[in-house]
C-alpha cells in the first residue's frame, strides 16, 4: 500500500441513502464550500450577471471573468502603457502589465491564507488597472482637466466602460457581461470615498486594494534605485526601509549593490504582507460563520497595523517628493501631458477624424466623453503616433486602438 495515499483524508464521502457523492470535488461549488471560509464571497451567493448565461459545468463564474479579462484586448494593450517611468528613461521599469502580475500575485497569496475567493480576487486584480489612459498619472490628470465639463476622468469609472461596454468579444451582448460582484468591487474603486465610510467592500476587494498599494510602494523603490533616481542610503534615514535593511543584511550579510536592491523589495514586500495579515486574521476571527455580505454590513476594513501603517505613510510622502516629483521625471511627463491635451482638442474641434466606432459613439454620448475614451484606451507609442497624424496631417480620421 502506497503510505502516503492512506494519510490522506477521504473528501468524497457517500451518502449511505444517495448512491452520489454529496461532496464532489470536480464540482467547483464543492471545492469552494470546503476551501473557502464562510465569509470569503462563494460563486453559489453570486447575484449572476447583466446577460444570463448558461453556467459552465467545471469553471467557475469569477474564473470566467479572470479568463475574459486576460484576453481582452484592454488587457494585453497594459504592456504599452507606462507605471511611473517612460520608455524614454530605460526598459527596466514597470508598464501597466508587470504591475499588475505583481498585485495579482500579491492578492492570491493574501486570498489564500485568509482563505477568501481567489477566482473573485484574481479578477478584480487584473481588472483594476484597464483603465488608466497613456503616460500614467499624468495622462490621467490632463483628460480629467481636459473633461472636466463633463465629469473629468477616472480610470477606475473608465475600466467599467472598458468591460461593460467598448469591449466587442460576443455577439450576444456588448462588454465582457462579467459577474455583479466582479463589477461592483470595480465599481468600489470608482467611488473609493463612498466607500470608505458605512458598509465595507467584500474582503476580496479589500485584499486586492491593499496590494495595489503593497506592490506599487515596492516596486517604485527597486525602479528608482535601479535607474539612480534615489539611493539606499538616502532611502535608509526611513523607518519600513531601515527595518527590511536591517532583516536582510541579517540573513545575507554584505551584499553587491544590485543583489541588496532585488532582496531589499522582496523583504518590504514581505514585512507588509505579513503585517496585513496578521492583523486581519485577528480581525475576522470572530465572523466565522458569518457570510460576506454580513462582514460587509459589520463594516469591517482589514488594515495595517499602526505601526506599519505609519511607516508605509512616511515611505509613500518620501516617494511623491523624491520620485514622483524628480527634476528628471517632470519635463518628460509634462510634454506627454501637452501631446495628450493638443490631441483632444483637436478631435473635439473636429471629431470626423474619430474613428467610425467612436464617431458612432458620439452620437449618444457627449463628444468629449467619447474623446476622451478613445485616448485613454491608447498605449503610449501609440498615442504619439496618432499624436502626429493628428497635429500634422490635415484631414482624415485616427486609427482605431
Keep these: 500500500m502506497n503510505s502516503k495515499k492512506a494519510l490522506l483524508p477521504k473528501l468524497v464521502a457517500l451518502d449511505p441513502l444517495n448512491p452520489e457523492p454529496f461532496l464532489d470535488l470536480s464540482r467547483y461549488a464543492d471545492r469552494e464550500h470546503l476551501l473557502l471560509a464562510?465569509?470569503?464571497?462563494?460563486?453559489?451567493?453570486?447575484?449572476?450577471?447583466?446577460?444570463?448565461?448558461?453556467?459552465?459545468?467545471?469553471?467557475?463564474?469569477?474564473?470566467?471573468?479572470?479568463?475574459?479579462i486576460l484576453h481582452s484586448s484592454a488587457f494585453r494593450r497594459l504592456s504599452g502603457k507606462m507605471q511611473v517611468f517612460t520608455g524614454e528613461m530605460g526598459i527596466y521599469h514597470r508598464t501597466r502589465l508587470t504591475h499588475t502580475f505583481e498585485v495579482a500575485s500579491v492578492a492570491r497569496t493574501m486570498a489564500r491564507v485568509l482563505r477568501l475567493n481567489e477566482d473573485l480576487t484574481e479578477a478584480l486584480a487584473l481588472m483594476h488597472d484597464i483603465g488608466h489612459p497613456p503616460f500614467g498619472h499624468c495622462g490621467e490628470d490632463?483628460?480629467?482637466?481636459?473633461?472636466?465639463?463633463?465629469?473629468?476622468?477616472?480610470?477606475?469609472?473608465?475600466a467599467l466602460v472598458i468591460v461593460e461596454q467598448l469591449e466587442?468579444?460576443?455577439?450576444?451582448?456588448?462588454?465582457?457581461?462579467?459577474?455583479?460582484?466582479?463589477?461592483?468591487?470595480?465599481?468600489?474603486?470608482?467611488?473609493?470615498?463612498e466607500a470608505a465610510v458605512g458598509r465595507s467592500p467584500m474582503l476580496e476587494v479589500q485584499i486586492v486594494d491593499a496590494a495595489d498599494s503593497i506592490a506599487y510602494d515596492a516596486h517604485d523603490v527597486d525602479d528608482?534605485?535601479?535607474?539612480?533616481?534615489?539611493?539606499?542610503?538616502?532611502?535608509?534615514?526611513?523607518?519600513?526601509?531601515?527595518?527590511?535593511?536591517?532583516?536582510?543584511?541579517?540573513?545575507?550579510g554584505l551584499l553587491p549593490k544590485?543583489?541588496?536592491?532585488?532582496?531589499?523589495?522582496?523583504?518590504?514586500?514581505?514585512?507588509q504582507v505579513g503585517d496585513l495579515l496578521g492583523v486581519a486574521l485577528e480581525q475576522i476571527r470572530t465572523f466565522e460563520g458569518q457570510?460576506?455580505?454580513?462582514?460587509?454590513?459589520?463594516?469591517?476594513?482589514?488594515?495595517?497595523?499602526?505601526?506599519?501603517?505609519?511607516?508605509?505613510?512616511?515611505?509613500?510622502?518620501?516617494?511623491f517628493d523624491a520620485v514622483y516629483r524628480h527634476e528628471r521625471?517632470?519635463?518628460?511627463?509634462?510634454?506627454?501631458?501637452?501631446?495628450?491635451?493638443?490631441?483632444?482638442?483637436?478631435?473635439?474641434?473636429?471629431?470626423?477624424?474619430?474613428?467610425?466606432?467612436?464617431?458612432?459613439?458620439?452620437?449618444s454620448n457627449e463628444l468629449p466623453a467619447v474623446v476622451g475614451e478613445y485616448l485613454a484606451g491608447m498605449t503610449d507609442a501609440f498615442c504619439d503616433q496618432q499624436y502626429r497624424y493628428a497635429v500634422e496631417s490635415a484631414s482624415g480620421p485616427l486609427a482605431d486602438w
Excluded: W
Aim: charged residues 25%.
Design 38 to 68: 464562510s465569509y470569503a464571497m462563494h460563486s453559489s451567493d453570486s447575484m449572476g450577471r447583466l446577460h444570463p448565461e448558461q453556467t459552465h459545468s467545471y469553471r467557475a463564474p469569477f474564473a470566467r471573468d479572470r479568463d475574459r
Design 142 to 158: 490632463i483628460l480629467s482637466q481636459c473633461m472636466n465639463e463633463v465629469g473629468g476622468f477616472s480610470h477606475n469609472q473608465f
Design 329 to 363: 521625471l517632470i519635463p518628460v511627463r509634462k510634454a506627454a501631458a501637452d501631446r495628450l491635451e493638443a490631441m483632444f482638442h483637436v478631435l473635439v474641434k473636429d471629431p470626423a477624424r474619430l474613428p467610425l466606432r467612436f464617431r458612432t459613439r458620439a452620437e
Design 168 to 193: 466587442q468579444r460576443y455577439a450576444s451582448f456588448p462588454g465582457l457581461n462579467l459577474s455583479r460582484e466582479t463589477l461592483a468591487g470595480q465599481d468600489v474603486r470608482a467611488h473609493k470615498a
Design 224 to 252: 528608482a534605485l535601479q535607474m539612480g533616481l534615489l539611493s539606499i542610503d538616502e532611502l535608509s534615514e526611513l523607518a519600513i526601509i531601515k527595518r527590511a535593511l536591517t532583516a536582510t543584511t541579517g540573513r545575507h
Design 291 to 319: 457570510t460576506s455580505s454580513e462582514v460587509s454590513d459589520s463594516g469591517l476594513r482589514i488594515r495595517h497595523s499602526q505601526t506599519l501603517a505609519s511607516e508605509r505613510a512616511e515611505l509613500e510622502s518620501f516617494l
Design 258 to 271: 544590485a543583489q541588496l536592491r532585488q532582496l531589499l523589495v522582496h523583504e518590504l514586500i514581505d514585512l
